[in-house]
């Protein structure tokens, strides 16, 4: 249990600390093509182009950004094989805080009464979490889990493609919310993989749920990028962890035995509903605020 909790909040650190770097270099990126006068950075939409989050990702912001997601991911698996899901996910969570205060130095983003109110919910839900989770209910062989979670993760990333082009430049909550979803399906995954323990490469290979893995995290990797591109940091990242927080949740009491303590299965369920509430709170706040700067870049424009 020890280990997990650490595992998660090394998860929730790299995959905060990330976030700010890569929305940094995304708009380090997008500045850089404007100078240049670069032609097709977006869609009519306003939705960006492979290649404008191509050239996003190769900057060096969005490089070291990506390393710490790799940390993050690592933190990501151990935690979810060690802990129950609602606890681990919930746990990195908290990232989205991470990236809220660290937004305030790197990006100039300013923070209202209200952010910190949902922000501090999501702490308070944390720690009531830790205090009622139980011990985790281990991995499930049905083979119809192992396929469906590949099944659901491919269909969610081309529906999210077509979602998010046709919404264009308002889409950065529902790339953030589908990136979520593919994260939340890599963490079930991760938990049903068969052949890691012990390490059987043959058995891990045919495993449906290994391919989850790979394509669940490059999808909803590439998505979060889409989403930095588009909006707020902070709402893009909150919608995120609405996304892999309340799937893999679900699904891991009611499919893989993740239990509470006994007796305090009321405090587990009010933690997580005020740790998801914290973070709807934060995607749309974040949303808004990005909305109204828009608008007021917009006025700017029009009067010169």
């Not at 205090?131 to 979670?149: I, Q, S, T």
């Amino acid at each position: 249990m020890l280990i997990g909790l650490f595992a998660a909040l090394l998860a929730c650190i790299g995959y905060g600390v990330a976030s700010v770097l890569q929305a940094y270099g995304a708009r380090r990126s997008a500045a850089a093509a404007q100078v240049r006068g670069d032609a097709g950075q977006s869609t009519e939409t306003g939705a960006p182009t492979v290649a404008s989050t191509v050239a996003a990702v190769l900057t060096v912001w969005f490089i070291v950004g990506t390393v710490l997601d790799v940390v993050g991911f690592a933190g990501n698996a151990v935690s979810a094989r060690l802990i129950p899901l609602f606890l681990s996910q919930t746990i990195m969570s908290a990232n989205l805080i991470i990236t809220a205060v660290l937004g305030i130095f790197v990006l100039g983003i300013r923070l209202h009464l209200r952010d910190w109110v949902a922000i501090c919910a999501v702490v308070l839900a944390l720690a009531a979490l830790g205090v009622a989770a139980g011990e985790e209910g281990g991995g499930n062989d049905n083979p119809v889990l192992h396929w469906g979670v590949l099944i659901v993760s491919v269909l969610l990333f081309a529906v999210s493609q077509l979602v998010v082009r046709r919404l264009g430049s308002r889409g950065a909550v529902a790339a953030g919310l589908a990136a979520g979803l593919l994260f939340g399906a890599m963490a079930i995954a991760v938990r049903i993989v068969r052949g890691i323990d012990p390490l059987q490469l043959s058995t891990l290979l045919a495993d449906p749920a290994a391919w989850t893995i790979a394509i669940a995290g490059v999808g909803g990797f590439y998505l979060h990028t889409v989403a930095l591109q588009l909006g707020s940091v902070n709402g893009a990242t909150a919608a995120l962890v609405v996304g892999e927080t309340v799937i893999p949740g679900i699904v891991g009491v009611l499919m893989l035995g993740d239990t509470s303590t006994p007796g305090l299965e009321w405090l587990a369920i009010l933690g997580f509903f005020l740790a998801v509430g914290g973070a709807v709170a934060v995607a749309v706040f974040g949303n808004l605020l990005q909305t109204q700067q828009d608008t007021a870049s917009e006025r700017e424009l029009d009067s010169v």
